[in-house]
């Protein structure tokens, strides 16, 4: 169905996609690739909300050179979409070029999509095949697909430890367990996502920034704070520049008057509060995280968090993702990954899919997928 060259173009539409990678959240990360009698004649990705989308981005790079697109092959890494959103439907753009073929990666998640996009193609006779590169195309967009089909973002939690499995000595030192290039990965990861989100204990002993500054991007991750009892101190770094980003911190209550006076406090900064209750009087993290996708449109969250927070994520179920660093000591007795509670038997531990590991310097990246999440 698909020849080397058909692979060819799509592996370019795929490349031009990673380009929107930082940039076009909420959006899906999407690429384009026009080609006409073998050459490519227009290139696009997804830019900022409310910009183009791929496939418009690739027509005006086709118009800027002077080109006729009819009969063209037009190779895309996701379905053009078919309502109307920020800007008009790509898909009205596509048939109005006249392309002889358009090559598709995979279908659009979003139920506003789904398949209508591929069926109008079709309906104007234009010649459509989906599927090439689809799991490639898939792994661009894991966010986008979570917060789509299961109204969940997709959370990937960052770790780095010692061979031991230790994060920081007993006196919570920690910087720095990895080198400077698996630092500078995680601040790729920070990059792409959404949000970053961590707890108050991490805020009040490390005073993190927590925003990306090891890799350039036009667009800074939202900051998340998990804070029951309204801790966070006003001077911490982590709401220090919020006009290139926004912060919101999450407790579990703004019954009282003290409650109410810090959340004005931290309002008056530029922090959303929000408050979000289980039935312990802590934060409701599984509430939170449909609430960052359904309410605040969130493809991916980054967790850089403690010992405390970390086990509670686990235990509620609340990560798809896990990204580790092992740095290549041991440490011996000092703070672990997670707080778990011990099993009183093997089989209620959680399996995770190890799909990804990678060196950077001495440091080794494992990246762990559960089970769960890779069926959705």
């Known amino acids: 169905m698909y020849t080397a060259v058909d692979h060819q173009f799509m592996s370019e539409a795929l490349a031009q996609a990673q380009n929107a990678l930082y940039l076009s959240n909420p959006n899906p990360r999407v690429g384009c690739v026009i080609v006409k009698e073998g050459q490519v004649i227009g290139r696009g990705f997804t830019q900022k909300v409310g910009g183009p989308h791929a496939e418009i981005q690739a027509l005006a790079d086709v118009k800027a050179r002077g080109i006729d697109p009819a009969g063209s092959t037009i190779y895309v890494t996701l379905e053009p979409c078919s309502h109307m959103g920020k800007t008009p439907p790509c898909v009205d753009a596509l048939i109005s070029a006249n392309p002889a ?49 299961r109204g969940l973002p997709w959370v990937r939690m960052k770790i780095a430890a010692s061979l031991d499995g230790k994060t920081a000595l007993p006196n919570g030192q920690s910087q720095w367990i990895t080198g400077p290039l698996a630092r500078a990965d995680g601040h790729h990861w920070r990059a792409q996502a959404c949000a970053i989100l961590t707890g108050v204990g991490t805020v009040k002993e490390d005073d993190p920034t927590l925003n990306v500054r090891e890799v350039h991007t036009e667009r800074q991750p939202w900051r998340i704070i998990v804070d029951s009892q309204l801790e966070t101190p006003l001077n911490a770094k982590i709401l220090s520049h919020l006009d290139r980003s926004g912060a919101i911190l999450v407790c579990a209550s703004l019954e009282s008057v003290q409650a109410r006076e810090k959340a004005k406090a931290l309002e008056g900064r530029g922090v959303e509060v929000i408050a979000m ?19 605040r449109h969130m493809n991916e969250i980054h967790v850089e968090a403690g010992f405390k927070l970390n086990g509670s994520l686990l235990r509620e179920h609340c990560v798809d993702e896990l990204l580790l660093y092992y740095a290549p000591f041991l440490i011996g007795e000092g703070i672990g990954m997670a707080n778990i509670s011990p099993l009183t038997a093997l089989d209620l531990r959680q399996d995770w899919h190890l799909f990804d590991h990678s060196l950077f310097g001495p440091d080794l990246r494992l990246r762990l997928s559960k089970k769960e999440a890779m069926k959705a």
């Open 101 to 149: 073929v358009v090559i598709v990666s995979m279908v659009d998640p979003n139920p506003l999509v789904g398949g209508q996009g591929l069926e109008r193609l079709k309906s104007a006779g234009i010649e459509v095949r989906c599927g090439l590169l689809e799991m490639e195309a898939i792994a661009l967009n894991q966010g986008f697909i979570s917060r789509m089909t």
């Open 277 to 295: 209750a289980n039935a312990h009087g802590k934060v409701d993290l599984p509430k939170l995280f449909s609430y960052l996708a359904k309410e």
